[in-house]
């Protein structure tokens, strides 16, 4: 976390405005040459340009890093590759969009020392600084140590406050003892993760837990006045209570994934198409649809359970430590027997009951599945292992 001075607080938020209008305007220059000329604007060509937008606005956009501009380019090239992928894949295009105030958070420097250093003056005992181009020596509340070599350097604003993040090559592993067990883990919204023996790991429901200020917060900012000092208030306390809830959703996540990777040495989990699962139940005042409430109310607990960042960490704690992470296809696991095999709708009695109507196995629904989990993924390591 970055502790600048009100100064250099204001030359960082200087800093991240010049890079929004940077990007909107060369989201402009593509959108104006194609409708008028038919012509497709490239990265290469607005980079060329960048040291003419320079030189005649020295004290505003001549003041940042060049390369922090190129990243910001290369962002907004990202975002139409993007775009050109969903197109070619039949999905919904979403065409990029210009940037408002409060959605674009981050400025990137793509190399340490070009524009920016860490650890500026390692000669102070007792404080990490970063030097960044245009704003100066900010000091860094360092919460942990940095390991390999600093490659790239993002400023990014939430709410009043600012944090540093850094990407770093050569980062050496933390290789853990072998402890020679493996695990299914069957993912949830009653518990967020439940193991082929049977452990599971609770789902706090941090959203649902903030639900109620939440709202108090939004009603209150629907009722302020755009453009005004008790708007952008109002506007902030909603995005700190947002905030707050992603970190504890954060240290939810790394707690249950770290103490997963710290037991078992293979972990099988289901590759879950997160996105899919979330799409909103089809209703128009026409064809009003079936369950649409219901499958709302599903989308929102499945996003506060937040798998897919517990899936990220846990794929990241696993490389670091050496274990192995196996992804099977979900499909039938919640439904099949794991004692006889028998797949069949009714086997899944109610949402945590399962009885199978074959051979008559009673489990836990999420254990059950956890245990079909395992298998499949133990299936799918023992050939690679032998190729």
Known sequence: ??????????????????????????????RTAYAR??????????????????????????RWSFSSQQATLRRLDKAFRAFFDRVKAGSTPGFPRFK???????????????????????????????????????????????????????????GSRWFVVLSCDDVPAEPLPGTGVATGIDMGVASLVTT????????????????????DAQRDLARKKRGSKRRRIAVARVAALHAKVRRQRL???????????????????????????????????????RNVAAKSGLNRSILD???????????????SAGRKLIAVNPAGTSRTCARCGHSAKENRVTQAGFACT??????????????????????????????
């Open 1 to 30: 976390m970055l502790r600048p001075t009100a100064r250099q607080a204001a030359a960082l938020a200087a800093c991240l405005e010049d890079h929004r209008q940077l990007y909107n305007a060369a989201l402009e220059h593509r």
């Open 37 to 62: 000329a038919g012509v497709s604007v490239r990265y290469g060509e607005q980079s060329a340009e960048l040291k003419h937008i320079r030189a005649d606005d020295a004290d505003g956009q001549g």
């Open 100 to 158: 408002g105030r409060g959605r674009f958070d981050t400025v990137e420097w793509p190399k340490d020392g070009d524009g920016c250093r860490w650890d500026s003056q390692p000669e102070h005992p007792t404080v990490t600084y970063v030097r960044l181009q245009g704003v100066g020596h900010v000091r860094v509340h360092r919460h942990r140590p940095v390991r390999g070599q600093v490659k790239t350097i993002s400023v990014k604003r939430e």
């Open 196 to 215: 082929s023996d049977g452990d599971r790991v609770a789902n706090p429901r941090h959203l649902a837990a903030t639900a109620g200020r939440l709202a």
């Open 251 to 289: 240290d939810g996540a790394h707690k249950a994934a770290l103490a997963l990777v710290r037991t078992y040495d293979v972990i099988v989990h289901e590759d879950l198409r997160i996105t899919n699962m979330t799409r909103s139940a089809s209703s128009t005042t026409e064809a009003p649809g």
């Open 305 to 319: 359970a937040g798998w897919g960042v517990f899936l990220t960490i846990l794929a990241h704690k696993a490389e």
């Open 358 to 387: 074959a051979c008559g196995h009673t489990a836990h629904a999420d254990v059950n599945a956890a245990i079909n989990i395992l298998r499949a993924g133990l299936a799918l390591r023992e050939p690679a292992e032998a190729a």
